[in-house]
């Protein structure tokens, strides 16, 4: 892991934008809260074939309001070249100079016509090289246990290789509990020349039936031992938070121990964990 020590460690937080007045209310009081700990950004997702475009942009306004540094996410799938200029134009304008270069999903129910005139994210990203230059900082998707749609690991590394000589200046990868995973991840990584921060998406235990859900549909592995622990805990939601918050503060110790170049934390609109793992860490000294 010597090489991605050369990279300053960053350490973000990952939104998602409301569909409600009470839940954007709810994330604004968050959002404060988090930004007391001064992260380098908070990225603000965009749903399926742009569902949630109306929303991102208003958290994102709301944002930059503040005066916080941010980050949206772009989805190629489902837009036409046009409308994905259009909106970085937007941004660029605002003076948002990081983004979140993603395929995305179609959305629900959508079939293959759906898909636009982008299909993949390298496609993206050296559209947003040919039309700005260099004028965005990039950041990609990882998977160090492998993108569930893959055909094979050597085809899922193979995508993201596309993606880093497009243009990319760092990834995020998909949240993992397995270490091993993404050490593995970084090191066929750095014998292909993909010299890029891979920085590992940290996601908190908070709710075993939540995070079942979420792990079958992304392909996130929970080990068998976390998955029993969770399991014989039942609905005691004190208890699953309290090993939760164990299980990733020891994990990401591990991670920046041996040279993990930081740390994006997937907050789901949250702070009170966040904060926890934060302190934990010590993130506020480094």
């Known amino acids: 892991m010597e090489s991605q020590t050369q990279f300053t460690p960053t350490f973000s937080f990952e939104l998602f934008p409301p569909k409600t007045e009470a839940g954007m209310e709810k994330l604004q009081a968050n959002v404060l809260k988090l930004a007391t700990v001064n992260p380098l950004y908070f990225s603000v ?17 709301w944002l930059l309001s503040q005066g916080i ?57 050296e559209l947003i090289r040919s039309e700005f230059d260099d004028f965005f900082r990039i950041e990609v998707a990882a998977y160090p246990e492998f993108h569930p749609q893959a055909t094979s690991a050597e085809a899922d590394v193979k995508n993201f290789k596309r993606k880093v000589e497009a243009g990319a200046n760092a990834a995020i990868t998909q949240y993992f ?64 938070k309290a090993f939760g918050l164990d299980v990733v503060t020891a994990m990401c110790e591990r991670l920046l121990a041996e040279g993990a170049p930081g740390l994006h934390f997937y907050t789901m609109n949250q702070s009170t964990t966040i904060l926890k793992l934060w302190d934990n860490l010590n993130l506020s000294e480094r």
């Not at 075993?208 to 929970?222: H, K, M, P, Q, T």
């Open 69 to 125: 540094e941010t980050a949206p996410h772009l989805s190629c799938i489902g837009g036409t070249r046009e409308e994905i200029i259009s909106i970085l134009k937007r941004y660029q304008e605002q003076g948002i100079t990081r983004l979140v270069a993603l395929r995305g999903d179609l959305p629900s129910g959508a079939g293959m016509g759906g898909l636009g005139e982008l299909n993949y994210a390298n496609e993206l990203v």
């Open 177 to 240: 509990y397995n270490p091993d995973a993404y050490f593995e991840f970084v090191d066929i990584c750095e014998k292909q020349g993909l010299n890029i921060p891979i920085v590992p998406g940290i996601m908190p235990i908070t709710n075993y039936s939540n995070l079942v859900r979420f792990s079958d549909a992304c392909g996130a592995e929970i080990p068998r031992w976390v998955r029993k622990r969770l399991e014989a805990m039942g609905d005691d939601k004190e208890s699953i």
């Open 45 to 61: 997702t965009y749903g399926a074939g742009g569902s949630t475009q109306n929303r991102t942009f208003e958290t994102v306004n």
